[in-house]
């Protein structure tokens, strides 16, 4: 996503609006800080992006195998 400084933003403010039209979101920035986000008013909201809880939760190193022995009896047959 493009990030354009307040001074680019105030110059160059229709042909921004016209990328944001066009799908293309922008975030205006000053002294390099982001500030808002600007997109069309019908365009869809962002997906969430992987990684959003990182750090918040903590996830078992034997993740993958958790239940696999009940798992397997339940599809073998032998409950």
């Known amino acids: 996503m493009e990030i ?7 110059t160059q403010l229709s042909r921004l609006v016209e990328k944001a ?36 939760i903590d996830v078992p190193a034997d993740f993958d195998r958790m239940g696999e022995k009940q798992i397997e009896r339940l599809f073998s047959g032998n409950e």
Do not use: D, Y
């Not at 354009?4 to 105030?10: G, P, Q, S």
């Not at 500030?35 to 869809?44: E, G, K, M, Q, T």
């Open 21 to 56: 039209v066009n799908g293309e979101a922008f975030v205006i920035a000053k002294a390099g800080t982001p500030l808002v986000r600007v997109s069309a008013l019908n365009s869809p909201k962002l997906p969430m992006r992987l990684g959003f809880m990182a750090g918040e």
């Open 4 to 10: 354009v400084n307040m001074h680019e933003a105030k």
